[in-house]
């Protein structure tokens, strides 16, 4: 079991950055596909983006391709995204995922297949 904190949400200008952060507990992190979605009120779950143990395989949905980064430190057992050029609809909860990574180089963009969630940290953008 891996437990997972995220931080670095806030209250954003439309065009502005922020970086967010998923701390996992244990030793493992560097065998686990990780993964951000996001939620926005009244909407299902939705795919930002993934990648894979070693960080060489990522993956973005098209709203984000371009403007966020996913990245890991499997030392610091830290998940993170960037997130650049921010748009108000990029406004929801945002949350990591973790699932042990199959080895293929792919990560799976539904949530369904992610065992292992943290608590959401919320990111407005303002207009």
């Known amino acids: 079991q891996v437990q997972l904190v995220e931080s670095g949400g806030g209250l954003v200008q439309a065009g502005g950055s922020l970086r967010l952060s998923c701390a996992a507990s244990?030793?493992?992190?560097?065998?686990?596909?990780m993964g951000w979605f996001r939620q926005a009120p009244g909407q299902e779950r939705e795919f930002v983006a993934t990648?894979?143990?070693?960080?060489?395989?990522?993956y973005y949905a098209d709203s984000v391709k371009g403007r966020f980064t996913i990245s890991r430190d499997n030392v610091k057992n830290t998940l993170y995204l960037q997130m650049t050029s921010l748009k108000p609809e990029d406004t929801a909860v945002y949350y990591c995922?973790?699932?042990?990574?199959?080895?293929?180089?792919?990560?799976?963009?539904?949530?369904?297949?992610?065992?292992?969630w943290g608590q959401g940290t919320q990111v407005t953008v303002s207009s």
């Open positions: 995922a973790a699932d042990w990574d199959r080895g293929t180089g792919y990560t799976s963009p539904r949530p369904i297949d992610y065992r292992w």
């Open positions: 244990g030793r493992t992190f560097s065998s686990y596909a």
């Open positions: 990648i894979n143990w070693s960080g060489g395989s990522t």
